[in-house]
């Protein structure tokens, strides 16, 4: 289990706190019909944003005059918009309404400010409320982990918030999340590498605030003997964070310009692999080099044109969609089980975009698309080159290529996102 031990109960009880009393006979009633709004901050109302998992949404409606109403019902993660009546409640001033999301665990994972209303005998109000992240993930991702690594263990600890440990066996590319992190926890992040004895081999500690509705940056550094690998962190809206290092590489260059993005991803096609990239500059851009590195090895690509805010398209063959080609037919075969570190580079390899993308199973928030040949996109190209490091904000897509290629579903080289 990935749960951290929080203080969650503390919250529930003080939501509970104004049971009043019970309406007066021959009270008349009122309805409500109460709309909720999951927030993001800065992010378009259509973003499939991460939260942590929900799956429940509950409704309060009390006052010092009559019992506490309490509406309960499932819903999906996928949603952000929710509607529901609440019918029977007693007409009068100051009727209060909160809302909060929950796992299934109990935990609570969004809540709302207080809406208050004066309801009329016979009356129908519209009550609206919007809903904040109250926690989020951590999610790590490692590359070039050594082969005598046998274990690596992340631990954030912020008491008396909470502590979240995982613990996920070496692979060579890994995906670790601590879930259901409570906004404004302040710690440690702790990231050790073990061997098969136990022993530890690498470890990386940084005093990390945990803030679910903004974007941090943080450096960090694993320890070792000998030697040193770079470690960032890359905090994303709505509660979810980004930890990634390569282990065993010289990878100083953290930060990514952001002035190209990769946008979309085709890894489970074969020869119609492509990776999308979009030109974040209003003005149009020629690179007499670019370079798309696929997990450490360079691929060079002259004389790249880009439209001002527009996309091209590179393949792992000249599909009609796609824009070039490397003359390498291997440049682009893209690992559909684990994924791929690919990273857009200028000529002087300084680092302009980089994405470490998870593999068809999903895992740490990536889309699992099963057996399907269907392309990953970016939910939103605002601030881009932070959010697309988060797998939660990349989904399948589900539209045809074109007529001819009903069996692979994407929008390469599409604005229409």
């Not at 800065?42 to 929900?54: E, H, I, N, Q, T």
């Not at 007499?288 to 393949?315: C, H, M, N, P, Q």
């Amino acid at each position: 289990m990935k749960r951290a031990i929080t203080a969650g109960l503390l919250f529930i009880a003080g939501l509970f706190h104004s049971c009043g009393r019970a309406p007066l006979a021959g009270s008349e009633y009122a309805a409500a019909r109460v709309s909720v709004t999951i927030h993001h901050p800065g992010l378009r109302k259509s973003l499939k944003a991460f939260d942590s998992v929900y799956d429940s949404l509950i409704v309060l409606v009390y006052a010092e005059d009559m019992d506490t109403i309490r509406h309960a019902m499932p819903v999906s993660s996928n949603k952000k918009t929710f509607s529901l009546a609440i019918n029977d409640i007693p007409a009068g001033d100051d009727r209060v309404f909160e809302a909060f999301t929950k796992s299934q665990e109990g935990t609570l994972v969004h809540g709302s400010g207080v809406a208050s209303a004066t309801l009329n005998p016979q009356e129908v109000k519209s009550i609206p409320l919007m809903l904040e992240p109250l926690c989020g993930s951590l999610v790590l991702q490692l590359a070039e982990i050594p082969t005598s690594v046998d274990s690596v263990i992340a631990v954030f600890a912020a008491l008396p918030a909470g502590v979240w440990e995982d613990r996920q066996k070496r692979s060579s590319k890994l995906h670790i999340s601590l879930d259901y992190v409570t906004d404004q926890a302040s710690g440690t992040l702790s990231c050790y590498a073990v061997n098969l004895a136990g022993d530890t081999l690498y470890q990386a500690h940084q005093p990390v605030a945990f803030h679910a509705d903004s974007f941090q940056l943080f450096s960090l550094s694993f320890s070792q003997l000998p030697g040193q690998a770079a470690l960032a962190i890359d905090v994303g809206p709505a509660g979810a964070a980004v930890v990634w290092s390569a282990m065993d590489g010289d990878h100083p260059d953290t930060a990514e310009s952001g002035k190209l993005l990769i946008s979309e991803i085709m890894y489970n096609a074969n020869d119609s692999e492509y990776v999308e990239v979009f030109n974040t500059l209003s003005i149009d851009t020629t690179y007499d080099t670019l370079i798309l590195e696929v997990d450490g090895t360079y691929r060079f690509f002259e004389k790249v044109s880009f439209k001002a805010d527009s996309f091209i398209v590179i393949g792992r063959v000249l599909l009609p969609w796609a824009n070039y080609q490397h003359a390498t037919s291997s440049a682009l075969n893209l690992s559909s089980t684990s994924g791929n570190w690919l990273t857009l580079r200028a000529a002087d390899s300084t680092v302009i975009d980089r994405v470490a993308f998870n593999g068809k199973t999903g895992g740490a928030g990536w889309p699992d698309i099963g057996s399907a040949k269907n392309a990953i996109v970016l939910d939103s190209l605002t601030n881009g080159h932070k959010r697309n490091n988060v797998g939660i904000f990349w989904q399948q897509a589900v539209s045809d290529i074109d007529k001819s290629v009903t069996a692979q579903k994407g929008t390469p080289g599409s604005s229409g996102r």
